[in-house]
């Protein structure tokens, strides 16, 4: 397919053109470190209204975008967003993330489990994107988001997050047959969500496996990376000319792993120099990241420096610039509106 140099700026570093400089987002950049978003959760204090409200959505989607710029407009949503169109009941909880009412936990509770019909269980997402697409046009690339299979099952398990995994290592390690029954069952529902998310208009789609990283990598190879496989294999079937981003936090140990799991693009977090991932991914695998969320506290200078180095060490080719993950809350906003202005300056020159 010809990349048409109309296309978004990020569209076509994700297909792997040669930029003069790298495009930017920044996870988590619409939320609680803009006063815009902060002053629109009290009158919406539900995380649930404000991403799954159209209108809400949409404003919230679109802050980050009316103040910065960026390549990149994320769709507003968590990554249990689809959860309850399976049958699994949760909610999100102020400052404290998903609740699952009825952990999964045995056999009959996963057999109730239903397909996922977006249409029907999720309405919302075709109204915020297509909206989405309509706004920026070809000034900014949509991107659309979901929740890997083993973090989704880790919520759905724990019935919360967790600092230690041990209910899901428990069955993986105690019942993997039950565990591989629940990931696939997740693994056709995501992938079905992501088709979604390209037909409403999302143009790139990033795939967050968060928690994979609490994985060794030998049981990353038998609970993590073929269901992200999965997804990724039914997603090109249909939809084979959409980049596919893969998050994994805390991913240093797992770069040539998470490669063979069909992504186009690899996310990197800050534990890895970025020259380091280059080399061991390889120079045909593109790249997102990778700057520490803490740099945002530095000086200008500092951040300057940072955004330098990173993207010297990338290259000018398969390159998207962005934090190693989700920008703080308490960060200054004039430091994310400098992070924006010195990364869409950048020329060839600094690569």
């Known amino acids: 397919m010809g990349i048409s140099s109309n296309a978004p700026y990020l569209l076509r570093a994700a297909r792997g053109e040669a930029l003069d400089r790298p495009p930017v987002w920044m996870m988590r950049q619409a939320g609680r470190y803009m006063k815009a978003y902060r002053d629109l959760r009290e009158k919406y204090p539900s995380f649930r209204e404000r991403s799954e409200i159209p209108e809400v959505a949409i404003e919230v989607s679109l802050q980050p975008w009316k103040a910065f710029q960026p390549d990149g407009v994320i769709l507003f949503s968590d990554i249990v967003t689809p959860l309850p169109g399976l049958g699994i009941d949760m909610d999100i909880a102020e400052g404290k993330g998903p609740i699952i009412h009825s952990p999964i936990r045995t056999s009959e509770q996963i057999d109730n489990l239903h397909a996922l019909e977006p249409e029907e269980s999720l309405p919302f997402i075709k109204t915020i994107l297509q909206a989405l697409r309509q706004e920026v046009g070809n000034e900014s690339t949509v991107l659309g988001f979901v929740g890997a299979p083993w973090t989704l099952a880790a919520y759905a398990v724990e019935g919360k997050g967790s600092k230690t995994y041990s209910i899901i290592k428990n069955m993986a390690f105690s019942n993997p047959t039950l565990l591989d029954k629940l990931l696939t069952k997740l693994a056709d529902a995501i992938a079905t969500y ?158």
């Open 194 to 351: 992501v088709r979604y998310q390209i037909d409403c208009g999302a143009q790139v789609v990033q795939m967050f496996d968060s928690w994979a990283g609490q994985l060794s990598p030998q049981d990353y190879e038998t609970f993590a990376l073929p269901y992200q496989q999965r997804v990724f294999q039914q997603v090109r079937e249909t939809h084979p000319d959409t980049p596919l981003i893969l998050l994994v936090s805390g991913s240093a140990g797992l770069l040539e792993r998470m490669a063979l799991s069909g992504a186009d693009l690899i996310s990197l977090d800050w534990t890895v120099d970025m020259a380091d991932a280059r080399e061991r991914l390889g120079k045909h695998l593109k790249v997102q990241g990778n700057l520490d969320p803490g740099v945002l506290f530095g000086s200008k200078e500092f951040i300057r420096d940072r955004i330098y180095d990173t993207v010297r060490k990338a290259g000018n080719k398969g390159h998207i610039l962005n934090l190693g993950h989700g920008v703080l809350p308490e960060t200054p906003e004039e430091n994310v509106a400098f992070f924006f202005e010195t990364a869409k300056q950048l020329s060839s020159a600094v690569v």
